[in-house]
């Protein structure tokens, strides 16, 4: 049977669903517990509301945290592989092994798995995350430092607050390539 239970963090109303192996979703945080749990409902329809475990407590603490700026990295909480396919649950290991704060390439990730044309198959395993936040798919960007894609709820936008609370380098917009002119000659220099 899968339970789950919301709880309020410092950006929003999250949720986290579990089973006897560990966590089977997160959900990032929502302006109101009712809108978390409609949506979260939509994902896990079966989940039963409950009192989390003491394993779960601490999760939910963990991540409470990490939304303030702490820098938990979360790899003390379980998460229920067994339902996602093999290549994704390799992807989820990296993803999770990358510190607050930090970031790797969709393309870093493919090489960590042996073959770096795999980048796009890494960015379609992080699009079906059902953990975020516990696997930091947000800390992984595309490559020249462009922040890359965010499926969840807030897209791109979601993906940065996330970066910004745990103080990311890469939101450091790039300069705009200056275009090419002429540089301005004075009079008496034409003619001087």
Not at 63 to 92: C, H, K, M, S, W
């Amino acid at each position: 049977m899968t339970h789950y239970a919301l709880f309020e963090t410092a950006i929003g109303w999250a949720g986290v669903a579990w089973a006897d192996r560990g966590l089977v979703g997160v959900h990032l945080p929502d302006a109101s517990p009712e809108a978390a749990r409609r949506s979260f409902l939509r994902r896990h329809p079966d989940a039963v509301e409950a009192a989390p475990a003491p394993e779960i407590d601490r999760a939910i603490a963990g991540i409470r945290a990490l939304l303030t700026g702490e820098a938990n990295p979360l790899l003390d909480v379980a998460i229920d592989t067994t339902q996602v396919p093999e290549f994704n649950a390799r992807v989820y290991a990296i993803a999770r092994a990358i510190p607050p704060g930090e970031t790797l390439t969709y393309g870093e990730i493919a090489v960590r798995l042996g073959d770096r044309l795999l980048a796009r198959d890494v960015g379609a395993a992080l699009g079906q995350n059902p953990w975020p936040i516990v696997v930091p798919c947000h800390r992984v960007t595309a490559a020249g430092g462009k922040l890359g894609g965010f499926s969840a709820r807030g897209g791109v936008n979601t993906k940065v607050r996330l970066l910004a609370i745990e103080g990311a380098q890469v939101l450091q917009p790039r300069p705009a390539k200056a275009p090419a002119t002429k540089p301005e000659t004075p009079q008496a220099d034409l003619f001087g």
